[in-house]
């Protein structure tokens, strides 16, 4: 199996000032918990989602977060005033439409500045590795050869995630999709990634998923992929949520 051995870390690079907080999708997965509430407010070990993604990015050093809101953004935005702590909070407003990962980095263009940035679905659930995960992220970030990097994890320690992979990795740490249907890769997006602002270009109007992106940097061998050395998890259902709490609390 191929590792992320070839892409040396460089300790002198910074972690990205600023993030991009995915945090419009309607939560379908997760009703009935979302029928009154956002996904990001469905609680996990006695803390909202989203707040779990807050925590993470303090602790890594990140100054300012843009986070779209779509599906009861009242609410959302409310609680990114009220509860939210410690970094300077941007909204980029999807009230008028869903415009998925895609669309939603083209609506918040314009507030993301040209600098690297981090972009972290709010629905995620991780525990540092031996590493902080955002940090080691970032050190292996390469601008010279990258414009996509994903923080990934072992299909085998993907928590809860029902999925067939994502990803391989060749051998110098290059991403390549999952090559049949039918078929398993060995390595699942986490949801967090640093990319180049420049690659939000030439894009269609309208809703749009950040494959778009991604796909054009794998053309062009600038699409590079971490392993994840901590826990993850995927927290898609209510059902997910007991195994989930199960899992921290046994450390």
Known sequence: MA???AIRPNPAVAVPKTAMVMAAGLGKRMRPLTATRPKPLVEVAGKPLIDHVFDRLRSAG???????VHYLADVLEAHLTHRVKGIEIAVSDERAQLLETGGGLVRARELLGDAPILCVN?????????VDAIVR?????????MDVLLLMVPLARAN???GRGDFHLDA??????RRASGRLAPFVYTGVQILN???IRDYPEG???????????IQAGRAYGVTHEGLWFDVGSPSSIGMTEALLADG
């Open 3 to 5: 590792t992320t051995r």
């Open 62 to 68: 990140v100054e300012r977060a843009v986070v779209n």
């Open 122 to 130: 709010s629905d995620n659930l991780w525990v540092d590795g031996p």
């Open 137 to 145: 992220l970032a050190q292996m970030w390469d601008p010279a050869r």
């Open 160 to 162: 809860g995630h029902a």
């Open 172 to 177: 110098e740490g290059r991403i390549v999709r």
């Open 197 to 199: 602002p420049a690659i």
């Open 207 to 217: 809703p749009f998923s950040t494959n778009l992106f991604w796909n054009r940097a």
